[in-house]
């Protein structure tokens, strides 16, 4: 029985390691290091001062997650940040749902493993909702006012904007052509030959220190990211051996809104490491194989990754226990709510 | 001189004090070096990306690890 699972934890990483790590997330964690060394944060941030007009601030907070949220350990700060001396509750607390759901390792991993739809359903979602939450929070706690510093500094040098553009193009081509279908003979040759223009721009039109920043960017990334995702990846394969995702399908196996709500409350309560809700949904429970319904899918992977019991209690310190349980309350029905909407379109 | 490294344990967070030590030692400028990790007490400084430096009380670096070279020029100035 111990090698039976043992072998469904190794076939499972296996699967996952090659038909995603290589053509999906090593990409990726560029892209990603990419936009932690090259794209400039105070340009976004000002918009999130407390003069900002909250029609700038809010849009900017549902979306900004994709080039500031990058990693999870960046989240809390800003949304410290934004919450006591920036916007406010309402901008920090969009800012807080939306970011897990639109940073760009988990819509290109989730896109590639669970399916374009999902993926897409995914950023789409979070940010609409994140938007509601915001505004229903700063409408639910309105009238407190912090006031303080908000401090902003410029990191100097500026580089052509076609510059950052074609790089960033460049391996965004890369990471599409490189999961695509088309076959290794015409796909080999065209990474190959879009890896060379990429070395080209490094070479020429950028400093020595930036591209070492690029690669410290991205390899912190992996280190944080890919050891857990792989421990993790092996971990729900053995568990699947125990616990077959057909033992959930009576209660996520459909788009009613009990299986919604329940997938909605584990995700607030389970705590799943960045990515990992990829394979803990596909997998443990099931997606993949039918088990799992496309609407409980998607609530759980928006309630997932923004809270989790040990987040909760972190947010208590920051923002009070009051608003953090309402905040929580908020993010399962929205989530819910989110994974009707998807559940019925989808199914 | 005082020297404050502000960070949440993150990678950069760690790499900056690193950078900041070795270019005290190879410059021979004698500061104190705090470092910070609460996240309110970061926050109350008005910082809103780390990791950050502050000298003698005066934030100058946010949401980026300087080379060793630069902190040594940063120093002096």
Redesign the interface.
């Known amino acids: 029985m111990l090698f039976g699972a043992l072998q469904s934890g190794i076939d499972g990483l296996i699967e996952y390691v090659s038909q995603h790590t290589l053509t999906c997330l090593i990409p990726a964690f560029f892209i990603a290091g990419a936009i932690a060394a090259f794209v400039k944060k105070e340009a976004i941030l000002k918009y999130f001062g407390p003069q900002t007009k909250k029609y700038v601030s809010y849009p900017v907070a549902s979306i900004s997650g994709l080039v500031l949220a990058v990693c999870s350990c960046t989240i809390l700060p800003l949304f410290t940040g934004i919450y006591k001396k920036g916007s406010g509750l309402g901008p920090a607390v969009t800012f807080l749902f939306a970011g897990p759901g639109i940073n760009i390792l988990a819509i290109i991993y989730t896109a590639q493993v669970l399916g374009y739809d999902i993926g897409i359903a995914r950023a789409v979602a979070a940010i609409g909702m994140s938007l509601l939450v915001g505004l229903i929070m700063a409408t639910l706690f309105r009238g407190e006012k912090h006031m303080g510093e908000f401090k902003l500094l410029s990191s100097g040098g500026d580089k052509p904007k076609w510059v950052i553009l074609s790089f960033f193009l460049l391996l965004g081509l890369i990471l599409v052509i490189g999961a695509s279908q088309l076959d290794w003979l015409v796909k080999l040759p065209i990474v190959y030959a879009l890896t060379l223009v990429v070395a080209y721009l490094a070479i020429y039109h950028f400093e020595r220190d930036e591209i070492t920043d690029w690669g410290m960017e991205t390899w912190d990334l992996t280190k944080k990211i890919l050891p857990i995702l792989l421990i993790g990846t092996f971990a729900v394969g053995v568990l699947a051996y125990f616990l077959p995702p057909e033992t959930f399908a009576p209660y996520l196996g459909n788009n009613s809104i009990s299986a919604n709500l329940i997938a909605s409350v584990l995700g607030a309560i389970l705590y799943m490491p960045t990515l990992l809700e990829v394979p803990i949904i596909g997998t443990t429970f099931g997606y993949t194989t039918g088990a799992m319904a496309a609407g409980p899918a998607l609530a759980l992977l928006l309630a997932g990754p923004t809270i989790s019991a040990p987040s909760l209690v972190v947010l208590a310190r920051v923002m009070g226990v009051k608003k953090t349980l309402t905040y929580a309350v908020l993010v399962v029905i929205m989530s819910t709510i989110a994974g009707m909407i998807f559940g019925s379109l989808v199914g | 001189m005082r020297i404050e490294v502000f960070g949440?344990?993150?990678?950069?967070c760690k790499?900056l004090e690193k950078n900041v030590h070795e270019a005290l030692a190879k410059s021979g400028i004698k500061a104190e070096v705090i470092k910070i990790e609460d996240?309110?007490a970061?926050?109350?400084?008005?910082?809103?990306?780390?990791p950050a430096l502050a000298i003698d009380g005066d934030?100058?670096?946010?949401?980026?690890?300087p080379?060793v070279d630069?902190l040594v020029e940063f120093f002096r100035a």
């Open positions: 949440t344990g993150c990678a950069k790499r996240i309110d970061i926050t109350d400084r008005g910082i809103m990306v780390t934030v100058k670096l946010m949401g980026k690890v080379s630069e």
